[in-house]
């Protein structure tokens, strides 16, 4: 009796089978995302708010309870992110104030995100068409991998990588991407109630760690909605049917993410306001903020398909117009694109409801709470033209699969293959030199004036970084330039004095500063230049008046404080004099000079041992001070301790006769 042998189909793997592939998939991605951007590796911090956030800021570097309670509750420079400062402090503890070391985590993070953005893809396109077929196994990856590359390697993410300020850019990005993924494993129907449960509490963790590094994702909860419909179809396409009881769970898992959008919302403004960053109606009108959106949208979606001219500063122009030519076809190309789609959307589903995320991820930065001198920002486009990376990945499995089918010619489909590869390598390279724009502060603003060379931002910080090479006589060209162009830039005015004050022409950095000051009252820099110019005119009580607004606009202005200690100890009031040296220090506690003088002020006054104390501070703090070594000696000798005293004056008087010496070759 022979045995009936049947016969079985093998059952068709899904491609989330495969992990070891999907893995090897992400990691290539990783290290081909790395590479574009490995000229980053070789730039320095640069003059547009690296110096003022990373290299002049001592509050990130260390994690002290006073460095964490900065952290947490700054609006340091308008901005609320205390896990972006959390990372900064992590890269000083490892690095020092190597710029290598903080562009390598940008870097790292932003490879990162292309890994995550990959099986946020994965899940996305498989979403997009579940049904089963053979093809699927080969092209969901590829697919998904396209779009991973396209969004991370496109020249568009430079500056969020290149500039360590934007730190908060890719370490949101990568809780936002991480949010998602979450939120996409949490919600498909046959998800058991526990394992939806914890993805979701996953999901709103890895949210809240976004908002706290940056709260560009606040429109996140918009978003959400806009994937149940599609491609969760977890609503329907009409909103009328949104408020039927099966809908309810929907709306009600919403609830803990939009509360946390509200609050980080909130916090953003009132770092802006703090910072008074924000322009007022009055200044830029609703309806020019409402032309602004609409260039955004048209801009970084022309700027997605063909990235050359970026530049670091895309200026806002300074009488405000609605009606200008740009912002009046941008209107009519994004009103033209949203009813097109809008009438399409069942039969183009994924392609409207990428628009409608593009345009709700842009929202925050577009302009209607405008800040900056900025009008669009390649940073911005980060997080929105995602939307446009998955597109090119759906447009392109769609093409696989109609090829097929056999419904398009093999030769068109390879036509494409080798099309998107060019592109991509094209991508690359222009990210690779994008990324060489950014490598100090001269060479990027000098890119951004041959993009537009009517930029008085970028003349006034082109002249900065002149100045800070000691090239005054060329910087003091850039700063009037700026203010040929605008001559109410309060800054390149400031500028100007104080480059004029270092060639030592008093008189002329004594009109700017004062005009620096009318523009901008609250200028601490500015007020402080003018103290040390009334001092070198030996206007001393001028110069203490000029400090001392210089303190009121900046309390935390320590060299304002020593300037003043040094006029109050000159004219013999010593209690004023140690009093403004300890608040010097109490800013920046390796202030040597402050803690040398206080010491001498100090000793004055018979505080031998405080004298003592200090001294020794000031040798930690600077082992080489000889003034420091015969100050201590003498506050030794004074408390009879005269075998210590002699050490300290050997010592001092070994590095003065160093000192001669080395000052003798110089001559």
């Known amino acids: 009796m022979s045995a009936r042998i049947h016969s079985r189909k093998p059952k068709p793997r899904s491609f989330f089978d495969s992990s070891a592939s999907l893995w090897l998939i992400a990691g290539t991605i990783f290290l081909l995302t790395s590479v574009a951007f490995l000229p980053a590796l070789k730039n320095g911090f640069v003059n547009w708010d690296d110096y003022k956030n990373v290299v002049d800021n001592l509050h990130y570097r260390g994690f002290g309870w006073a460095n964490l309670r900065w952290m947490f509750t700054t609006f340091h420079m308008g901005h609320y992110q205390p896990l972006s400062w959390v990372s900064l402090g992590l890269d000083y503890k490892v690095w020092g104030m190597a710029p290598f070391g903080y562009h390598l985590t940008n870097l790292l993070l932003h490879a990162a995100n292309g890994a995550v953005f990959y099986f946020v893809c994965l899940r996305l396109l498989w979403l997009m068409d579940p049904s089963p077929s053979p093809h699927k196994t080969h092209a969901l990856p590829i697919a998904a991998a396209l779009s991973?590359?396209?969004?991370?390697?496109h020249p568009l993410r430079v500056e969020s990588v290149a500039w360590v300020t934007e730190r908060r850019d890719v370490l949101s990005g990568l809780f936002l991407l991480v949010t998602v993924f979450y939120y996409l494993k949490a919600v498909p129907a046959g998800t058991t109630n526990s394992d939806r449960r914890r993805w979701m509490a996953l999901a709103l963790i890895s949210y809240v760690l976004s908002l706290l590094s940056k709260a560009s994702g606040i429109t996140l909860p918009l978003v959400l909605v806009v994937l149940d419909v599609y491609p969760l179809r977890r609503l329907d396409f009409n909103p009328r049917q949104w408020l039927r009881p099966e809908s309810r769970q929907v709306w009600l898992e919403k609830i803990p993410f939009l509360a946390f959008a509200v609050a980080a919302g909130i916090v953003a403004l009132m770092a802006q306001?703090?910072?008074?960053?924000?322009?007022?109606?009055?200044?830029?009108?609703?309806?020019?903020?409402?032309?602004?959106?609409?260039?955004?949208?048209?801009?970084?979606?022309?700027?997605?398909?063909?990235?050359?001219?970026?530049?670091?500063?895309?200026?806002?122009?300074?009488?405000?117009?609605?009606?200008?030519?740009?912002f009046l076809i941008s209107g009519i190309v994004v009103l033209g694109v949203t009813v097109f789609l809008f009438i399409q959307r069942r039969r183009?589903?994924?392609?409207f409801a990428s628009w409608l995320v593009y345009l709700i991820l842009l929202m925050p930065t577009s302009g209607l709470a405008q800040s900056g001198a900025q009008l669009v920002a390649d940073r911005y486009s980060y997080l929105s033209c995602m939307a446009w990376a998955l597109v090119a990945g759906g447009g392109f499995l769609r093409l696989w699969q109609l090829s097929w089918d056999r419904q398009v010619s093999r030769k068109l489909f390879d036509a494409v293959v080798i099309l998107c590869t060019l592109a991509l390598v094209g991508l690359g390279s222009l990210t690779w030199k994008q990324a060489e724009v950014w490598h100090d502060s001269e060479k990027l603003w000098r890119h951004a004036l041959s993009i537009d060379p009517r930029s008085y931002f970028a003349h006034n910080n082109l002249g900065n970084a002149l100045a800070t090479q000691g090239r005054l006589d060329e910087a003091m060209d850039e700063f009037q330039q700026a203010l040929r162009i605008h001559p109410d830039d309060a800054d390149a005015a400031y500028n100007l004095g104080n480059a004029l004050a270092q060639k030592g022409n008093f008189e002329e950095a004594d009109i700017q500063l004062k005009q620096a000051l009318r523009l901008n009252p609250d200028n601490a820099m500015a007020a402080y230049d003018l103290g040390n110019v009334r001092v070198r005119q030996q206007r001393f009580d001028e110069a203490i008046e000029q400090f001392n607004m210089a303190l009121r606009s900046d309390p935390g202005l320590a060299r304002a404080n020593y300037n003043l200690a040094q006029l109050f100890f000159q004219q013999g009031k010593v209690d004023d004099a140690i009093r403004n040296y300890r608040l010097a220090l109490h800013n920046d506690p390796t202030h040597v000079k402050a803690r040398y003088y206080l010491a001498v002020a100090l000793a004055q006054q018979g505080d031998l041992e405080g004298a003592k104390k200090e001294f020794q501070e000031s040798l930690r703090l600077e082992p080489n001070l000889a003034e420091a070594h015969a100050g201590l000696a003498r506050a030794l000798t004074a408390q009879g301790k005269k075998a210590e005293a002699v050490q300290h004056y050997k010592e001092a008087v070994r590095l003065l006769q160093s000192r001669n010496q080395n000052e003798g070759r110089k001559k």
């Open 148 to 153: 991973a590359l396209f969004f991370a390697i």
């Open 273 to 326: 306001h703090q910072a008074k960053a924000i322009r007022p109606l009055e200044q830029y009108d609703i309806p020019s903020r409402i032309m602004q959106l609409f260039y955004a949208a048209a801009f970084y979606l022309w700027k997605t398909v063909l990235p050359l001219g970026l530049s670091p500063l895309y200026e806002l122009p300074l009488t405000p117009d609605p009606w200008r030519w740009s």
């Open 348 to 351: 183009w589903p994924a392609v």
